[in-house]
Structure formats: structure tokens, C-alpha cells
């Protein structure tokens, strides 16, 4: 076992710079750890590219481009807002459910955009894994930018529904200071999760078509475990473990908290949600890499 | 010291499930649950993995400023290597080592992304192949020089012509340095003038150290370019050595092949007679696989006939790949004893292009006193190549994609001397004609000792003769 890890981590890294001359070895047995953190690296500017094409490719022809990025999940969130703020009257910690309701989706919507097209990497980039090598890693690193766009939009959306409270009530929602720093800390976990979660159903997808639906389907699901269009001071404190099970539950609320100043900040979930993602990481690269021969078969 | 090292490489497909597999019906989910739960409950034994084994223990060394040409049949394993050596497949088992840049053109300008401009594409072609962005900006005037698209620089890729994209495809990947250049029928595409070009430079890169590994079906292209050539078939290497010899020997296996698979090709056996052979008889009447296309040639249908019949009809398909070039076929209807005997279509010289060809024969006959055509007809009955002598190849390369070239006669008539001279015309032009080259053919050597009884046929591209 100790061997297996070992060997993982250090196989024979595929490149050997030295003396000037440049040698390759191309055998079954991929790389090891250290041998892709290395080749990662030094494919770093193929990540760009692949991003940014990925980008292109989601708002192209369109005729208001990234416009759109701003108008798609306005619509959603204002039919939201009456449905659940007004209609059913959740409560929201007091604030606005309209900006409740903002904070919670961008949290939320980043990790569940992030997801579905980190799982469909491999899949949309086809054409380019059949001809050319990179890492196929970054196929599914490079679908990230979208979400991260969508975060921007999303909050880009938040500052003006501050303005607009601010200037209908009088009162500034967002809140200034140190907490503010734990945002881009908890946007980034939510990401590095989807990665995680997107190395295994990225490879799914090659195989069982069914993936397709089935993901939006499981992501919906989740969204209603998580606190996103309800607070967690709804649920019972002796229950409320039940709910910080799931890693993106402490993510969105120290998310509002940081945010909005609501709510609590979760510090002990928070660490495991950070501990889950890390484990389903580093077994996600592990599934990859062993996946990652068969995959060019297979497409 | 060799600078590519191919030791046992083997790679196996495990073959997808058709799609009668994947359960649809109800009963086929029961039996898939079934076999979720457990092998014990169904008593069929499990389905073996169905692998196919696209390279098997293919091993090589190459040295530097080798053009190693890589021939063989379609699904040989040709692509499968070139793929494993790019690291779009890996391998089963064995190994590779090279050393030095490897660049690969699977496929011209794959990797291209056609919305943006060639600038970026060229930065964005380097980064996958591992070059530093500062280098491919000192190699920029190079490429852009070889590939002639200066000017069009920012343009998006989708507004070139395809000519220019293959060409800064090209011009791209062998500007970047490489030590080890794999090319996968590159040259199959554009036009002629540009693979010529493209072929100049790569046996100048070689002379200067470049590795190319070079797959392609245009043998004339391989043995020009080629050092060394690897026939592969089914996954294995067959021979390894000199160009001429390879390509002689793989031209000569094919044809084989195409002799032995004859007799499911099409229905060349009916009540009455059948198709024993077509082949290729050279002017002295050997059998021959390829002919210089200065030199006469026949087709050679070999028939056997059953009864006393007619035929009355007699036709040769000549097809290029998939395309029909021409139909010739007899002028009149002969009759024949029961017996064996050779039906010769004569093909004049100077007029078959540097190709190859392949061949559908087709006769038809008839009864006495039945008015029903009993056809007999042989698909893919011969696959030759026509093939430029030494001191016609200079001239005639660049007509190499042509699939015919007759030589025909041509005149100058000026204006006066047409309205001088217009009765004498047609015998000034008929001297020239070479159509009568044919009808002079020496007739090639009795074939099966038949008594023969030959009525020689003149006409301007074929002739056809039954001897009986």
C-alpha cells in the first residue's frame, strides 16, 4: 500500500531536462504527482487558452454577449424573490429577501455552474483530445472560468441591489471589514469542490449519456439541502449538524455572513467541508488519472 | 545515436458494446440487474471482453535524418502509432523513448481554433507543443514566409482559404524546430505545387537532422521522400528496410491479396460460363502488377464458358479510388465454343496517368434462342498502378493527380493556312494520330495453349480480341 502511494506520487516523471538535450518516455503507467504538478506547468498557457475558448464558446453569436451573463440569472431570482419572499413569506434574517436571496444564489449558482461544465470538460473539448496533447486535467480546470464569470455577474448584481436599497431605504446591506476576505476564500473552496466532484462525472459523461440529466436533476436536489433560499437560523440548533453535512451548506452561509453580516459563520463545518474537499480531490485525480488512458479510446 | 526508440509497443481497444447491449427493453434490464446482484443467478457465462489489438509488439529504432515512410492497409495500425507517439493514446504495454522536440500533424491545423486570429493560433499551437512563447516570436517571419500569409496575420482563421490554412498548419510545425516530426497523410491534401514544397523541405530538415515519421497511401510520394520504410499489417511490422523494396513488396502482397479474395466479388459465375482471372500482361505478354505509362499494356479477362454462346457484351470500369474514370467496351458481339480463352483489352501507351487504378470487368452472354442477358460481372477484378519511367518522371510529376493522361496529337493551325488548305486537313493531323499504335500491339504470348485464331482490331483507345 505504502509502495502504491509512493509510486503514485513519484512515478516516473514523464520529461528529463538535462544537459541540453530534451528526452520523453511515453509508456502505460502515467506520471506521478509530481511528474503532472511539473507538466501542469509547463501546459499552463494551454489553461488559458482553453478558458477563454470555453468562455467564447458559452455567449458567441449572441448578439449582446456578455450581457447576458448579467441578464440570465436576474430573471430566475426576481420570479424567486415573490415566490418565496412574498408569497410564502421565508424569513430572511432581516434583510431583503431579494438581497437574501442574492447572496445565497451566488454562492450556490457558482458551485452548481461550475460543476456542470467541469463535468462536461472532457466532453465539449473532444476535437482537441483526439489530435493534440495536453493535459487532460486541464480540460476540466479550464471550465471553471464560466462559473467564475458568473460569480462576477452575480455580484456585480448584489452591489447594485445594494445601491438600490440604499437608496430606497436607506440602509447599506453589505458590510465592510475583515469577514469580507473569507469571500473569495469560500468562492474558491466551492470551486476547488466542483473540480473535485467534476474529475469523476467529467469521465462519467464520456460514458453514460445519461449524465447529462441526471447531474441537473442531483444539483437541484442539493440546492434544497442547502441553505440558499431558506436561512439557517430556520433549523433547529440541535438538528442544524444534519445540514452542515453537506460541505456547501457552511460554504453559502459564510458566504452571507461574510457578506451581509447574517447568520453565523459556521467555523468548525467550514473545516470540514475544506477536509471533504480536499479527500474527494486527491481521490478525483487519482480516479482521472487512472481513467485518463482509456478516455481517448473511448471518445 | 539513434534519437527514437519504439521497443514492443502494443495497444489494445477494448470494442464498445453495440447498442443492442445497453438495456432498453424491460427484459434486458432484468437481466442487467440480475447481473448487478450477482454472476451466481444468471447461468449464462459472462461475455468476454472483446479486444482488438491494433499494434502488436512493434519495435524500431530510427536515427536522426531519417524520413521513415510508414506504409500498410487501412486499419494496419499506421494511425494508432502515430496517435501513441503524440500522446493522444497511450499504450497497452511497451515503451517509447525519444529524444529531442516531437511535433506531431495528425492532422493539418488540429488544434486551430478558427476564431481567432493566426497570430494567436500560431502562439496557441506552439504552447500545446511545448515551445516558449519568446521563441516562437523570434520564429515568426519564418513561418510566416514559408506559409505566404503575411499580410492576413490578424485575420480570423475561418476567412483563410484552405490552402492558406494548410499551409500555416505546415509552416507552423516545422518552423518550431522539432527533432521528431510525425506526419499522418499531410500531404494527401492541398495542391501539388504545395506538396511539393512542403515534401522540398522536408528532406531538407532531414538532411539537417530532422526525424519524420511519415504515413501515407501515395507510394510515389513515399518512395521520393522516404529513407527507410515500415510496412505494418494488422499491428504488426512486416518489413523494415529500403524504400524501393518495401513498396515493391507491399504493392506486390496487396495485389495478391486482391487475387485471392476474388472469388466474392460479385456474381462472375452464372449458368453458362464464368471469370477465371484478370491480370495485367505487359507488351511481352508477362503478367505484370504495374506498367511504366509509356509502355502497352493489356487486360488480360480469362473466361470459361460452359455452352456455345454469344457475348455480347464485353467491358472494363477503370476507377481511380471511388471515382469511374472510364468504361471501355467492345464493339461487337462474338461468338464462342465451349472452352477457355482469354478476352485481351489493349491499352494504348501514354495514356494511363501516374495512379492507381482498379478495375471492374463485366461480360454479357447470350443464348441461341433466348433473348436474356446472362451478365457476368467482377468488381475490384485488378488493382494496378501506372508508374512514370525514370526519364519520364522529371516531366510528368506534376500531372500526378490527374487520373488519365492521354497523350493526344495537337496541331497549330493558323487562321490563313485553315482557309488555304481546308480539304487536305484531315490528312495532315492523321499522320500524328498514335491511335494506330494499337492495332499494331504484338500480340502477347498464347495463354493457356489455346489454338488461337486472332482478328485484330483497330480502334483508338482499346481493342478487344477473343480467341477461341
Redesign the interface.
Known sequence: MLVDVRRWLFWTRTDHRASG????????S?PGLVGRIEEFW??R??LY?LSY?TL?SQY?GSRFGVLWLFARPLLPILISTFIFGSLLQIPSDGVPYFIFFLAGQASWHTFERSLLFTSRGLSQNQG???????PRVMAVFSSVTIAVAWFGAYFGLLILAAFYYLWKDHVWYLRFGPPLLLVPVVIALSLLLSIAIGLWTSVWQLRFREMRYTLRYFTRFWSYLTPVIYPMSQIPREHRWIVYANPMAPIVETFKWALLGIGEFPALPLLCAVGTTLLVLAAGLWYFSWA???T???L | MDNLFVDNLSKS??L?KASSDVPIHPRQWVKAARRLVGRAVSEEAPAPKREFWALKDVSFRVQPGTVLGIIGANGAGKSTLL????????????????????I?L??LG??F?P?VSARENIV?NA??N?VP?AEVLRRFPAIMEFAETGEFLDTPLKHYSSGMYLRLAFSCAINMDPQILLADEILAVGDVGFQQRCLQRVKEEAERGLTVLFVSHDMEAITRVCSRVIWLNRGEVVRDGDPEEVVDEYQKATWEAADSSMSEQGRHVNRFGRILSVNLVSEAGNDIGAVPINERCSVRIRVETFVRLTITECAMDLYVGNNWVLRAHADKPRRADAGVFDVYFRIPAHFLAQTTYSMNVSLVVRRKNDERDYPLVMYKALKFMAYASDAEAVRTTTKRTAMLAPRLSWDIVTESAKAAGDDNEGEATDESVPGSEAADAAAPAEAGGQPSETAPEAAASDTTRVKA
Open positions: 538535450t530534451y528526452k520523453w518516455v511515453i509508456q502505460p502515467r509547463r501546459y498557457r494551454i487558452f475558448r467564447r458567441e482537441l483530445l483526439t489530435k493534440v496533447y495536453f485518463e488512458a482509456s481517448a479510446d473511448h | 481497444f477494448i464498445a496517435k501513441i507517439l503524440a500522446r493522444v493514446l497511450v499504450p497497452t504495454s511497451g515503451r517509447v523513448v525519444g529524444v529531442g522536440r516531437l506531431s495528425l492532422e488540429a488544434g481554433d476564431d496557441m504552447a500545446m511545448g512563447k
